[in-house]
């Protein structure tokens, strides 16, 4: 069993930034890859980031390339979403997910099997 918990979010200007961290318990994290998805109200859930077991491959969405950078951290267990020049629209709540399988990385939410609880992100104008 995985727990992944989220922190970081906040509220901040347009043009600003955060970082947020999920920090993992209860499996291998190194063997695992770590997405990040968002999902703003009344919306679906979106992707946003991901990176592989190793760090050595990363996928971004085109929303946020150039802007979000993420890494992780196997030693401390954690993965990281660095956002800069935030805007209005990325105001959601972020969350981080697990994929255990050790297949090829994916960008589907339904290609991850565990769920942090997310974290808040509001971008003012």
């Known amino acids: 069993q995985v727990q992944l918990v989220e922190s970081g979010g906040g509220l901040v200007q347009a043009g600003g930034s955060l970082r947020l961290s999920c920090a993992a318990s209860?499996?291998?994290?190194?063997?695992?890859?770590m997405g990040w998805f968002r999902q703003a109200p009344g919306m679906e859930r979106e992707f946003v980031s991901a990176?592989?077991?190793?760090?050595?491959?990363?996928h971004y969405a085109d929303s946020v390339k150039g802007r979000f950078t993420i890494s992780r951290d196997n030693a401390k267990n954690t993965v990281y979403l660095q956002m800069n020049s935030l805007k209005p629209e990325d105001t959601a709540v972020y969350s981080c997910?697990?994929?255990?399988?050790?297949?090829?990385?994916?960008?589907?939410?339904?290609?991850?099997?565990?769920w942090g609880q997310g974290t808040q992100v509001t971008v003012s104008s």
């Open positions: 997910a697990a994929d255990t399988s050790m297949r090829t990385m994916g960008l589907s939410p339904n290609e991850y099997d565990y």
């Open positions: 209860g499996g291998t994290f190194s063997r695992y890859h």
């Open positions: 990176i592989i077991w190793s760090g050595g491959i990363t």
